[in-house]
């Protein structure tokens, strides 16, 4: 399963779309020593801390400016698979009542892709939600949804496996690979997806939230029992 959204917004060339992203919580300035900060994701569950990749400066820039905005306070982790991924940024899924399903709202803009092939989906990393391929070809991405890689160990055998039926014959290369074999990721989401940071700190917060017991109903995938971003904050960088 990808960790697609069933977003209803329209899709736009790439010119509108960089004009969206230019004026995205455009009454939020980023200063120079934003780009120097790392995130934390203060949850019930605990604290996670990004830091954000420079190789991908629209996806950098735009979160920055949701997280100077506040937009992500309150906002709940709304689909959760262990062994995959831990997704969050629907604003509509603040105060939601318990069994609604979530993960159609967000910004009426999106963000061109930053395909790089050194930001791969180890465990840990960043990424930005999307509608499939099949309504948007781009990959553009969301402009507010994220997922944080949680995924699973490899053996070569499942990467053999994986690279002929899934990736199209496409070669891992190999301390790629080594690292799907020993930290883990989703190495199925490589150069599909956007990936623009990763954790420094507090993956076994990212485990529990996977960990948690989920819906099975229309609301699937959503927690039992809400996982809530009570604040996000730019923090100073530990080195």
Request: proline letters at 5%.
């Amino acid at each position: 399963m990808s960790p697609h959204f069933l977003l209803k917004a329209f899709l736009v060339s790439v010119i509108s779309v960089c004009c969206f992203v230019a004026t995205a919580q455009s009454n939020v300035k980023l200063k120079r020593k934003d780009f120097k900060r790392d995130i934390a994701l203060v949850t019930n569950k605990g604290t996670i801390v990004l830091r954000l990749s420079n190789e991908t400066p629209l996806h950098r820039d735009n979160f920055l400016k949701l997280v100077k905005s506040h937009y992500y306070d309150g906002v709940l982790f709304h689909r959760v698979i262990n062994n995959f991924m831990v997704q969050a940024g629907d604003p509509d899924s603040k105060a939601a009542v318990a069994g609604k399903p979530l993960g159609n709202g967000g910004p009426k803009y999106v963000i061109p892709a930053e395909l790089r092939p050194n930001l791969f989906h180890k465990k840990g990393v960043l990424a930005a939600a999307r509608e499939g391929d099949d309504v948007n070809p781009a990959r553009a991405s969301s402009g507010s949804q994220f997922y944080i890689v949680q995924g699973k160990k490899f053996t070569d055998g499942a990467l053999d496996s994986l690279q002929t039926n899934r990736l199209k014959g496409f070669k891992i290369p190999e301390d790629q690979r080594e690292v799907y074999k020993t930290i883990g990721g989703t190495p199925h989401l490589d150069r599909t997806y956007t990936v623009f940071g990763e954790v420094v700190s507090g993956l076994e917060v990212v485990d529990a939230i996977a960990a948690t017991p989920t819906s099975k109903g229309k609301d699937r995938d959503r927690p039992l029992e809400d996982v809530v971003i009570i604040s996000a904050k730019l923090v100073k960088r530990k080195k």
